[in-house]
């Protein structure tokens, strides 16, 4: 019963170091670096502000006017 219950505890504490570096991996690669060194892109969603709604109406009468 013993040893059933040291293996379990090493199955638990193998499982909490394997989380534990999958958390770091992920922080890592949240902050735009990876484990290899390698650094990830990051994209700027932050673009400029929304068309007007006169833009629009300026493309639309470019468009009907090619017609």
Known sequence: MQQQNDD???????????????????????????????IERKLDVHGGPPPTHSDIDNLKAKLLNRK
């Open 8 to 38: 379990y505890i090493l199955d638990l504490e193998d499982k909490v170091r394997s989380l534990k570096a999958r958390i770091r991996e992920m922080k890592l690669i949240l902050n735009g670096e990876r484990h290899d060194g390698k």
